[in-house]
């Protein structure tokens, strides 16, 4: 089953980076079942998966009012890419999970989503907050924290190269 949400109406960033790390965070729950269910899964790191954006938020195919998918690990080791959403929902339910996967949390850690969206557009200098200029423009990212280790980890980075 797939759900389609529109958050096209939300123009306050904080809200949508809070509705949407709301939804990320059903991902990572449904991440944590999987990974359960099946233990001989490869960590996301040696999984082979590559970061990639998704193709229909970006260039030629660039859907009007953009286009986010959260789909779940599984879905991201079929095709062999994520991205940086997709990614960091894996990391995260895995370092929930903990176990043989995570050899420096093998009971498991409670991390935590970090997402996050930035405007620009060609009208501010600096980051844009007017939410009625026509040239505006949103970027959204998501990383991981973690409990242990104060730094933000992004897999999308790593797995980019």
Same mark, same amino acid.
């Given at each position: ?73 599984l ?10 959403? %997709? ?6 339910? #895995?370092? +929930?999970?903990?176990? $043989?996967?995570v050899? *420096?949390? !093998? ?27 026509? %040239? ?5 990212h998501? #990383?991981? +924290?973690?409990q242990? $280790?104060?730094?933000? *980890?992004? !897999? ?6």
């Amino acid at each position: 089953m797939q759900f389609v949400v529109n958050l096209s109406h939300v123009s306050n960033d904080a809200r949508l980076a809070e509705l949407a790390h709301g939804l990320l965070e059903q991902v990572v729950s449904h991440n944590c079942d999987i990974l359960r269910a099946f233990p001989a899964l490869p960590p996301l790191h040696s999984s082979g998966v590559v970061f990639r954006d998704e193709p229909w938020a970006i260039g030629p195919w660039r859907l009007m009012g953009g286009c986010e998918q959260f789909c779940h690990l599984l879905e991201v080791l079929r095709r062999g890419w994520g991205d940086c959403a %997709q990614l960091c929902a894996w990391r995260v339910a #895995e370092l +929930r999970v903990g176990g $043989w996967r995570v050899p *420096e949390s !093998p009971a498991g850690e409670k991390s935590n989503l970090r997402y996050y969206v930035r405007s620009t557009c060609p009208l501010c200098p600096e980051r844009c907050s007017n939410e009625t200029h026509p %040239q505006r423009r949103r970027a959204y990212h998501v #990383e991981v +924290r973690r409990q242990k $280790w104060p730094e933000i *980890e992004d !897999p999308s980075r790593r797995l980019s190269f």
